[in-house]
């Protein structure tokens, strides 16, 4: 069993910049991403934000490229995700997951085949 838990800013006026924090209680699988999960939705629904291989290879949604960057602190067991020029549409429910998927790569925002999930972390963009 793997536990990730997020934290991190909640909520910002559009243009400022949030980092959230996913603390996991260990190692598991090739790769870890987040999602952003809208009222509604159950956590396989989330869209996929952003994701990082074992190699340190990273992914975007084309929504948040350039503005988001995804990290990991393996000495931490702390994956990051920087959010900068922060946008109304960028609201919702952000998830950590870690799992084994080949490439770690998403398709259409998609990204299916993650084993753990934490429990979500809300975050709210005012215009």
């Known amino acids: 069993q793997v536990h990730l838990a997020e934290s991190g800013g909640d909520w910002a006026h559009s243009g400022e910049s949030l980092r959230l924090s996913c603390e996991y209680s260990r190692a598991w699988g090739n790769c870890m991403a987040w999602f952003r999960r809208l009222p509604g939705m159950r956590s396989n629904e989330a869209a996929a934000?952003?994701?990082?291989?074992?190699?340190?290879?990273?992914f975007y949604n084309d929504a948040v490229k350039g503005r988001f960057t995804i990290s990991r602190d393996d000495a931490k067991n702390i994956l990051y995700l920087q959010m900068n020029n922060l946008k109304p549409e960028d609201t919702g429910t952000y998830l950590c997951?870690?799992?084994?998927?080949?490439?770690?790569?998403?398709?259409?925002?998609?990204?299916?085949?993650?084993?753990?999930w934490g429990k979500g972390h809300e975050v709210t963009i005012s215009s």
């Open positions: 997951a870690t799992g084994n998927v080949a490439g770690c790569q998403m398709t259409g925002g998609r990204l299916n085949g993650m084993d753990y």
């Open positions: 934000t952003a994701s990082i291989n074992s190699d340190g290879v990273t």
